[in-house]
């Protein structure tokens, strides 16, 4: 997975999505009915390095393989969603595999 510009897409899209489910369904009550604030405070920051990442490799990925502006689009509104990037993971996957042969 590691291997091509779209494998590390993957990866980090993943890695993305779950900082942000992290952040949405356990830093964020964990701030507003246990008043823990540095819960979001840290867990946003994590979000928001991988989320920097992501857009590094994807515009990488854009540069350097066949991965089409519109598909590169729907991949950057679907890491908006909270579970976005689970589902176009497969798109990801299938483009990956074109790419290799």
């Given at each position: 997975?590691?291997?091509?510009?779209?494998?590390?897409l993957r990866l980090i899209a993943i890695l993305e999505a779950i900082?942000?489910?992290v952040l949405l369904g356990?830093?964020?009550p964990l701030k507003y009915w246990a008043g823990i604030e540095n819960a979001v405070k840290y867990v946003g920051w994590a979000h928001?390095?991988?989320?920097?990442?992501?857009?590094?490799?994807?515009?990488?990925?854009m540069q350097t393989t066949t991965l089409r502006f519109w598909k590169a689009a729907?991949?950057?509104v679907a890491a908006l969603l909270p579970f976005g990037p689970f589902f176009v993971?497969?798109?990801l996957k299938d483009e990956?595999?074109?790419g290799a042969k």
């Amino acid at each position: 997975m590691l291997k091509t510009p779209i494998g590390r897409l993957r990866l980090i899209a993943i890695l993305e999505a779950i900082s942000f489910l992290v952040l949405l369904g356990i830093a964020m009550p964990l701030k507003y009915w246990a008043g823990i604030e540095n819960a979001v405070k840290y867990v946003g920051w994590a979000h928001g390095v991988l989320f920097l990442l992501f857009c590094a490799a994807l515009l990488y990925a854009m540069q350097t393989t066949t991965l089409r502006f519109w598909k590169a689009a729907l991949v950057f509104v679907a890491a908006l969603l909270p579970f976005g990037p689970f589902f176009v993971d497969h798109k990801l996957k299938d483009e990956e595999l074109a790419g290799a042969k």
